[in-house]
C-alpha cells in the first residue's frame, strides 16, 4: 500500500477516535442529539476506512452504509448486531440534523457510548487485519 493511502487511513481512523472522545464530553454535558451525531460519524469514518483500505468505493453516507452491509455484515465478518447500531446511528442522527422537535435524552444515548466503543474496536481490528 502506497503512503498516501496509509496516511488517509490513519487520518480517518484518528479522526474516528477524536470525535467519540467528543461524543463523550457531549455526554457529560448532557447534549444528547449532538451527541449521537458525533457517535455517528465516529463509526462513519473508521467504516469509510475500512472500506478504503479494503479498494471497496463509496462516495456517500448511503453508499457507505450500502457496502458495509454487502461486504461485512451479510458475510458475517461483523455481527448483525453491529450492523443494526450502525443503521440505528445513521437514522438518528438523520433525525437529529434535519427532523424538527426531535430530542434524544441519556436514556437513549448514554448506552449507546459503549457499544459504539465495541462496533469501533471491531471495525478497527478487521482493518487492521487487511494486508
Known sequence: MDGLKE?????????SK????????????SRWNSCI???????FYIISALLYKASI?????N??????F??????NLVDAEHGKLYVHLFQWRQKSDYADFIEF????????????????????????SIN
Do not use: C
Not at 122 to 127: N, Q, S, W
Open 70 to 75: 454487502q461486504h461485512y455484515v451479510k458475510s
Open 105 to 128: 435524552d441519556e436514556e437513549t444515548v448514554n448506552p449507546l457510548i459503549e457499544k459504539v466503543e465495541v462496533f469501533n474496536k471491531t471495525v478497527l481490528e478487521i482493518l487492521r
Open 18 to 29: 477524536e470525535v467519540f472522545e467528543d461524543a463523550k464530553l457531549l455526554a457529560l454535558n
Open 37 to 43: 451525531n458525533r457517535l455517528y460519524y465516529s463509526s
Open 63 to 68: 453508499g457507505i452504509k450500502t457496502q458495509f
Open 7 to 15: 496516511d488517509y487511513i490513519e487520518y480517518r481512523i484518528a479522526k
Open 57 to 61: 468505493k463509496a462516495d456517500t453516507h
